[in-house]
């Protein structure tokens, strides 16, 4: 059982669905998600949440800074 | 045990990282996975670390990255094509107790700005180069740089580059490293989360170089232009590792704080 559990925010109508968190990604929680935004991008979103730990590799390679991450021990 | 909603976790007290205040809300108009966003992105985390927000003067260069004064909010100029390390020179000159950088791509510093930055080097003025090597010329349409490698097909090299025709790239920042008015040249990139904090590290330094007063710092970024190489994000990620670091490895190539540390070291003994 993990000891940490993290999340992130996604500002769904900033992201341009690059993809670059999600190979920064070291639990694979994120996918580009089916919906489109208002600019017609598929956006990054939480597809596995459980499996995130907060580590915040995804906030720091996003170009468009749309990443906030939350993180509590438990 | 009880289940943890999203909800519980995504409150201000648990805040690992965000965005920081440096960066304005403004949409970025850089294409989906360009490096020119983390590199924004970190020069205005070094700046908000260093508290110099109301004494940093940025010089934005002609290309992609002209509009870099919508994204910081910190003092811009806007220099002529290639002409921003002679504008940070005066600029510097002018207010030496304010932090001066210029943020140029590789059409811009490598091409027709070769002058200015080799002079401004050679001159050794306190001002920190952030120069962003993609390889490419972004915004005009994907056209052959100086620094576009060898059989890279471009608009105006659509068989790749050949030497006969087009010549050798340019390592402009092994010739910079070359000259004594630098402290510090480096060349990092940003595609991966420790390249990111590497990188971060780098333009710190840069920064920290200006209080000092010990000479120009230049740091180079190897980058991505995933619209001119015609790959997706995280394509062009990979073929940059796979090729681009070939030809410009990542590292210090200067460091003149240690180089002075050992001499001064040798006269002691």
């Known amino acids: 059982m993990a000891k940490v559990r993290g999340a992130i925010d996604v500002d769904k109508e900033l992201c341009k669905g690059c993809g670059v968190c999600i190979t920064a990604c070291p639990t694979h929680v994120i996918e580009l998600a089916k919906q489109v935004n208002g600019k017609g991008y598929n956006y990054a979103h939480m597809e596995n949440p459980e499996a995130c730990i907060g580590c915040a590799n995804c906030a720091l390679v996003c170009p468009d800074s749309v990443i906030t991450v939350y993180k509590i021990n438990i | 045990m009880a289940t943890i909603e999203i909800k519980d976790i995504i409150k201000k007290e648990n805040l690992v990282y965000g965005k920081t205040k440096i960066l304005t809300d403004n949409i970025m108009h850089y294409c989906p996975g360009c490096s020119h966003g983390v590199t924004h992105k970190i020069v205005a ?146 595609q991966t989360p420790a390249a990111v904090r590497k990188a971060k590290k780098a333009i710190k330094k840069g920064f920290e170089n200006q209080a000092k007063k010990i000479g120009t710092s230049f740091i180079e970024i190897v980058s991505t232009c995933s619209s001119g190489w015609k790959l997706s994000p995280v394509d062009s990620n990979r073929w940059m590792e796979e090729h681009m670091f070939k030809f410009y490895p990542l590292g210090d190539l200067k460091d003149s704080e240690k180089a002075n540390e050992e001499d001064y070291k040798k006269y002691i003994e």
Request: proline share 5%; hydrophobic share 40%; charged share 15%.
């Open chain 2, 45 to 190: 985390e070094v700046i908000e670390e260093l508290g110099i927000q109301d004494k940093t003067i940025g010089v934005s260069p002609v290309g992609c990255s002209v509009l870099a004064y919508n994204y910081l909010d910190i003092d811009w100029q806007q220099a002529a094509h290639g002409r921003a390390p002679a504008l940070a020179t005066a600029t510097k000159r002018l207010m030496p107790d304010h932090y001066v950088f210029t943020y140029q791509g590789d059409g811009d510093l490598a091409s027709i700005g070769a002058a200015e930055i080799l002079h401004a080097c050679n001159r050794g003025e306190n001002i920190t180069v952030i120069f962003v090597n993609n390889a490419i010329y972004g915004m005009t349409g994907g056209q052959m740089a100086p620094t576009t490698l060898l059989g890279m097909a471009t608009a105006t090299s659509p068989y790749g580059r050949e030497v006969a025709l087009h010549g050798y790239p340019l390592k402009i920042t092994e010739l910079i490293a070359l000259l004594p008015g630098v402290a510090y040249v480096t060349r990092q990139s940003v």
